[in-house]
C-alpha cells in the first residue's frame, strides 16, 4: 500500500511539473476504463469519447486542488461520473425505453432444468458440465470475451452498470451502490442477474 | 446419493452471488457449503460462475488505441500552453 502511494505521489509531483511522460502514463492506466465507465451513463461511443476527453481536461485543471484525501483513481472517477451522468441526463431521450426497464423474475438457470416432481423435486435432471477440464485457451480466447462483451451490451442498463464496474472494473460493492444511487441489495440481485446471464450465454458457447 | 433435503439445487443457484459476496448469514451458508459438498451438479454449476466472473474481468485488459493516445496528448500541449 505505502509502495503504491509513493508511486502515487511521485505521479502527481511530475504531472503538476508539467511532464508529458506522467500524462501519458496515467493515460494508459486509465482511458479504457473511463471510457468504460462513461459508456454506462451516455449512449453513444462519440459522447463517450467526449466525457473522457472533458475528464482528462478536468483532472489537469483540477490537480493543483487534488489534496489526496482520496486515491488518484477514486478522484478520477468521481469525476468521470460526475460529467457523465451530466451528459447521461441531457441525452436521456435517446436511450430507447426498453433499456430502462427490468424484467421482474429471471430465473438464475432456466427451470426445465430441474425436476417439476417427485423425489427429487427441484434438483438437477441432469448436472451441468464441468468446465474446470477445458482448455484454457477456450476461456481467456479472444471469441469467448467477444461473446461475454456483447451479452453485458445487451443487458437491462442497470445490470449492464453493476456487472461492468464490479466484474470488468473490479469497483467495491459500496463504491457501486454510491456511483448508481442504489442499495446494497439491489446492487446484488443486479448482479445475480447480469452475472447468470454471461455465464448462461457461456453455457451456449462453451459447449456448442 | 446424499443431497441435503431442506435446500434444492433450484433454490441454491438463486443463492450464489450471495454466497460468492459473503453476504449469506451463517447458518444460510453451512447450508449452502453442506449442499455443494454433496451435489456434484451444483459444484460444478458454482464453478461455472465463478468462471463467468473471471472471463468479465479479463474485458479490462485492453489497451487504449493510438489514436486516443494521440488526441490526448494534443490535449495536454494545449493545456500545458494554455
Given at each position: 500500500m505505502a509502495q503504491v502511494e509513493a508511486a502515487e505521489a511521485e505521479l502527481l509531483d511530475a504531472l503538476r511539473a508539467g511532464q508529458e511522460s506522467a500524462f501519458s502514463a496515467l493515460v494508459q492506466k486509465y482511458h479504457t476504463s473511463i471510457l468504460r465507465v462513461a459508456r454506462l451513463y451516455v449512449s453513444s461511443p462519440a459522447t463517450a469519447e467526449e466525457v473522457a476527453q472533458e475528464t482528462w481536461l478536468a483532472v489537469l485543471?483540477?490537480?493543483?486542488?487534488?489534496?489526496?484525501?482520496?486515491t488518484l483513481k477514486t478522484w478520477i472517477f468521481r469525476i468521470v461520473t460526475n460529467i457523465a451522468r451530466t451528459r447521461g441526463q441531457r441525452d436521456a431521450r435517446s436511450i430507447p425505453f426498453s433499456s430502462l426497464g427490468e424484467e421482474t423474475t429471471e430465473p438464475a438457470v432456466e427451470p426445465d432444468r430441474f425436476a417439476p416432481a417427485g423425489r427429487w423435486a427441484g434438483h438437477w435432471k441432469s448436472y451441468p458440465e464441468r468446465w474446470d477440464t477445458l482448455p484454457e485457451e477456450r476461456l481467456v480466447g479472444a471469441e469467448t470475451r467477444a461473446r461475454v462483451q456483447r451479452v453485458i451490451d445487451r443487458l437491462p442498463l442497470t445490470q449492464r452498470q453493476?456487472?461492468?464496474?464490479?466484474?470488468?472494473?473490479?469497483?467495491?460493492?459500496?463504491?457501486?451502490?454510491?456511483?448508481?444511487?442504489?442499495?446494497?441489495?439491489?446492487?446484488?440481485?443486479?448482479?445475480?442477474?447480469?452475472?447468470?446471464?454471461?455465464?448462461?450465454?457461456?453455457?451456449?458457447?462453451?459447449?456448442? | 446419493m446424499l443431497i441435503s433435503e431442506d435446500l434444492t439445487c433450484r433454490e441454491l443457484v438463486e443463492l450464489v452471488t450471495e454466497?460468492?459476496?459473503?453476504?449469506?448469514?451463517?447458518?444460510?451458508?453451512?447450508?449452502?457449503?453442506?449442499?455443494?459438498?454433496?451435489?456434484?451438479?451444483?459444484?460444478?454449476?458454482?464453478?461455472?460462475?465463478?468462471?463467468?466472473?473471471?472471463?468479465?474481468?479479463?474485458?479490462?485488459?485492453?489497451?487504449?488505441?493510438?489514436?486516443?493516445?494521440?488526441?490526448?496528448?494534443?490535449?495536454?500541449?494545449d493545456w500545458k500552453s494554455g
Open positions: 485543471n483540477g490537480i493543483d486542488r487534488f489534496e489526496g484525501r482520496s453493476v456487472i461492468t464496474l464490479r466484474d470488468v472494473e473490479g469497483w467495491e460493492p459500496e463504491e457501486v451502490c454510491s456511483a448508481l444511487e442504489i442499495s446494497e441489495t439491489n446492487q446484488r440481485v443486479l448482479l445475480h442477474r447480469a452475472r447468470s446471464k454471461v455465464r448462461q450465454a457461456l453455457e451456449g458457447y462453451l459447449e456448442s | 454466497y460468492l459476496e459473503g453476504t449469506l448469514p451463517p447458518s444460510d451458508r453451512d447450508r449452502f457449503e453442506q449442499h455443494v459438498i454433496l451435489c456434484d451438479g451444483c459444484a460444478f454449476h458454482l464453478d461455472q460462475m465463478r468462471t463467468a466472473v473471471a472471463v468479465t474481468g479479463s474485458l479490462s485488459e485492453e489497451s487504449i488505441t493510438p489514436e486516443a493516445q494521440e488526441t490526448l496528448l494534443r490535449v495536454f500541449r
